[in-house]
């Protein structure tokens, strides 16, 4: 299965002073979430306290991680300062 599979983006993102929020399909939990990207390099999931797969790597792995991953590559090959979702 492919990484897209992982999860679906709903509308665009939200941008606010220190973060960005993009709301997701997970299709790991089959719920609505909204991952959070910070300045300072972390992605948080709305749901995380309660995904028995949080934060769970593999062919299909978590949404948290991949955008965490995807974000921290776009950062480095822009050098800009801060994650955001675009």
Do not use: Y
């Amino acid at each position: 299965m492919s990484l897209i599979q992982t999860f679906t983006t709903i509308g665009p993102p939200n941008s606010h002073g220190s973060h960005s929020k993009q709301k997701i399909k997970c299709h790991l939990m089959d719920k609505e979430v909204t991952l959070t990207a910070q300045q300072a390099g972390i992605v948080t999931c709305s749901e995380w306290k309660k995904c028995p797969k949080h934060r769970i790597r593999g062919i299909r792995p978590c949404p948290e991680l991949f955008a965490e991953a995807v974000l921290k590559k776009t950062l480095i090959d822009s050098k800009k300062k801060g994650l955001r979702f675009t």
